[in-house]
């Protein structure tokens, strides 16, 4: 199906962490993919500058978005500088307006910390201000009054800051090319001694595997999954729309375990 799909997450990793699989999927059956990191993993060191590990951890992102097969993106902010502000919304709505997706794939509302939650408030706004002529992007580009249809990923953990399980609407079968994502994960090698030094993950593609199978274990279904939920079309689409179960509905269950 020919449809053009944006991902935006919040740090360099976390696409790869929570979405590439399904990203994966989409782009096998013709879809056109896109890949933003709305930070630039500035602080994601204990070794570089901040210019230095800027640039590197652009570098590890440019050669992840090229296993995905999908266009890259600039980051717009600092690592802890990414606010639901004027200005932000202002920057992704250029990115929407000229990427025009039939499907933006984001974080979840409810994750362990701020810049993640924010990411997903600033992919709503830049979405929801796409067909808005008075409203001026950062920089210009032409307002778009395309249909588009919004999923939030699973946040890391699988719960919210207050330990309250998340349960997704469905499941995406990523067992064919969880092999793919760790690829496209491994690209990032400058973050696996930071987070074991700073989060104890140790083995870094291991803990993505652990992690989708985790969420695998949850649908009572699937060896590895990813997990999505489906945000309220109001304001983004003229009627309720399913593209993403539409594409992909032969890898998809609904069914949950206990």
Known sequence: MDLTVLGVHSHPDDIEFVMAGTMFLLG???????????????????????????????????AATKVLGATHH????????????????????????????DIVLTASPQDYMEDHMNACRIALGGT???????????????????????????PHGLVDGLRNRIVPDFF???????????????CHRSQKDWLDRTQGMGSYVDTMKEMTAQTGAISDVYRYAE????????????????????????LITKKRGN
């Open 74 to 101: 600039e980051s717009i902010a600092d690592d802890m500088g990414v606010f639901y502000t004027e200005e932000m919304i202002r920057r992704m709505a250029a990115v929407v307006r000229e990427v025009q997706p």
């Open 172 to 186: 995406v079968n990523v067992g064919s090319v969880i092999d793919r994502k760790g690829e496209m994960l491994a």
């Open 227 to 250: 997990g999505w939920r489906r945000h309220l079309h109001i304001g983004y689409s003229r009627t309720e729309q399913t593209p993403l179960e539409d594409v992909l509905g032969d």
């Open 128 to 154: 929801f201000v796409r067909a808005m002529s008075n409203y001026d992007s950062i920089p210009l580009q032409p307002t778009t009054e395309k249909d588009v249809t919004i999923y939030h990923a699973m």
């Open 28 to 62: 096998q059956r013709g879809c056109e993919l896109h890949y933003m990191n709305i930070a630039n993993g500035c602080y994601g060191s204990a070794e570089y500058s901040k210019d230095e590990i800027i640039r590197i951890r652009r570098d590890e992102s440019i």
